[in-house]
Structures are given as structure tokens and as C-alpha cells.
């Protein structure tokens, strides 16, 4: 039906839901718009596109486990991601081209002294890019007027695809990866291989040998068990506590004849010693007296200090009379004819003493 047969009151209602409807079209457009900012805003915060970012780069002698979108880690971090990774022309001393940027603010961290460690990821060949931080270096990055400023000597040694941009450049700390090390473990446990089994072989042989033996040592030692049977019956015998070895080397006669010596030595011995102590005894009253005579004697010398002077007198004076005997022609005859000449005195007179 065309629009001019209808009435008034119909084209009124046409034209409020027409409105309506692009009032809610103008909507759902806004709303979609609204969302799709709010996405590209989130993505961007997630993924980091308007953090300010600096480009480094590496080389390696192999890309395997690397690719480009794979997070680059800084003490445990991620901290930015691989851009780029290309193979170097031929002829050149790496093999490998990788460049990775590292986002704000964990460049700061990296200084000319860091490193690219290339690390293990799984045992399935992966890899992945750890930068070290600098301890002693300087620092490549520097912000002026919020911008950001390499230093000098960025992109120094870059290859010419990539020689025009700004680039600063890390040295690479490659270890194999962790296939490669299983395939040299395994090539070594090939090549050792011959040697194990020729040990086992060996160690074989000698768990025969010994299995030989054992069994020669069991008949050994069933035709020692009876030897063992007498030695158990001696010991016995030994253990025995009337000393049946003591009965083999003495006699029972002779070890009584030993006991009564040695009772009678004992008894002997005992008497002695009582004796001694009699002996003893006396001797000590003899020598108590002894001390006490000579003590006395002492005593009465001190005493008669002019007895010695006496004597010696006495002695000279008894000498004379006999010389005088001798000469007197009456008892001449009763001595001999040879005089023995007058003794001298021995005795040294006291002080004031006389003859």
C-alpha cells in the first residue's frame, strides 16, 4: 500500500516507530562502539602497546625452541617479548639473528655488563630469553625529555637488514638444549655400553665362581663337623672346674705335695716376719740404749773436760818410770837388751793443761 493512502493517524505512528527504531539502531552502535574501544584499551594495557619499549638484540647459534612472540624473562619477570628471529647470511661466526624488546621499566636494569641466557623451557626442546641484571656496568638506556635515548654505540655489528635502526646489543649465554643433551647422554651411554656389558659379563663370571666355592666350603665344612664335635667335647673338658689341663701338665700326687710345700712356706714366712718384728724390737730397745750410754758418756766428757790431760800424764809419767827400771842396775837383767825408744805423746794437751 503506498505511503499516501494512508491515513493521518497511520503516518503519525510510522514516523514515532521509525524514530524509535534509529534512536535504538544510534544506540546499539554507540554501545558497539563503546565496547570495542574498551577492548582495543584493555588489549593494549594487557599486551603493553603504549608502554615505552627498547630494542635489543643477539645472536645464537641455533633458533630452536625460539620464535617470535615468546616472552623474554628478567629475574623471574616477563618483561617483554622476541620481535624477530632470522637466520645470518652465510660464512658469519653466529648462525642466528634475534631481536627482542624489553619494556618499561625493566630496561633500566639492563647495563652494558648484562646477558642473554638462553635456557631450557621443557624437555620437549623448548627454549626461552633470560637477560641478566648489569652489576658493574652502565646503563644503555636513558630517558631525556621523555624520550628515550640508546647509547652511542646501539646497533654497532648489526647485520644490514636491520643496521638503520636503533638496536643495542647483548652478549648471548647459549646452552644446549636439553634434547641435544639427552642425544650426547645417550651417545655416551652407547659408547660405554660395550664396557658395561663387559663388566656384567665378568661380574657374572665371578657370581659363578663364587657359587662354586660356597659350595665347595658347605662339603668342607660337613667333613669338619666331626673335628668340630672333639674340639666342643675338649673345650667342655677344659671348661671344667677341676681343671682337667691343669691335671694333664700336674699330677694330682704332685699338686698336693705343691699345695703342702707352699702352706709350709706360708707358715714359714709368717714366723719369719713375727721374728723380724721380735728382732726388730730389740734392736730398736738396744739402739734407744745405745743412744742413751753414749748420751751419758757424752755427758760426763762435757762434764770433765780435764780427764784426757789426766790420762795422757799418767800415761807419760808410767812410761818414764819404766824407762828408769830399765837403767837401774838392780832390774836391768829382767829386760832385754834392745830399749824401745820413748813414746811419744798422741794426746795434744788442753789449753792451760800441764805435763
Partial sequence: MPLQDLTPELRTRLSRVERAVGAFVLLATLLLLTGFVYYLRHTAERKGWF???????????????????????????????ITRVEAMPPFEEYDVFVEFRVKSPYYGYLWTDSKVKVAAADFLGGRYLEVTKGVSGKATVREENQNLLLLADAGKGLYEPVAKQKHYGLEAVESPAVTDQLQAMVAKVEAALPGI?????????????????????????????????????????????????????????????????????????????????????????????????????????????????????????????????????????SFTGVTNEPVKSIVVPAIGGGK
Avoid at 608502554?51 to 645464537?60: A, D, E, R
Avoid at 668342607?220 to 673335628?227: D, E, F, I, N, W
Avoid at 739402739?287 to 773436760?305: G, H, K, P, R
Fill in 51 to 81: 608502554i615505552p619499549k627498547v630494542s635489543y638484540y643477539t645472536y645464537l647459534h641455533t633458533g630452536h625452541g625460539l620464535k617470535a612472540g615468546d616472552p623474554v624473562k628478567l629475574m623471574g619477570f616477563d618483561v617483554g617479548e
Fill in 197 to 333: 656389558l663387559g663388566i656384567t659379563n665378568r661380574v657374572n663370571d665371578v657370581l659363578t665362581s663364587a657359587t662354586i666355592a660356597i659350595t665347595n666350603l658347605d662339603a668342607t665344612v660337613l667333613g669338619a663337623r666331626p673335628v668340630l664335635t672333639n674340639l666342643a667335647v675338649i673345650t667342655s673338658q677344659l671348661r671344667d672346674p677341676r681343671g682337667s689341663l691343669g691335671e694333664w701338665l700336674i699330677p694330682t700326687n704332685i699338686n698336693r705335695q705343691v699345695q703342702t710345700t707352699l702352706t709350709s712356706a706360708n707358715t714359714t714366712i709368717v714366723t719369719a716376719n713375727t721374728n723380724m718384728v721380735e728382732i726388730a724390737a730389740v734392736l730398736k730397745r738396744t739402739l734407744e740404749d745405745s743412744a742413751q750410754i753414749t748420751s751419758n758418756l757424752n755427758a760426763q766428757v762435757q762434764a770433765n773436760s780435764l780427764i784426757l790431760n789426766k790420762i795422757s800424764a799418767l800415761v807419760i809419767h808410767s812410761d818414764e818410770l819404766m824407762q828408769g827400771l830399765k837403767r837401774n842396775w838392780l832390774l836391768k837383767s
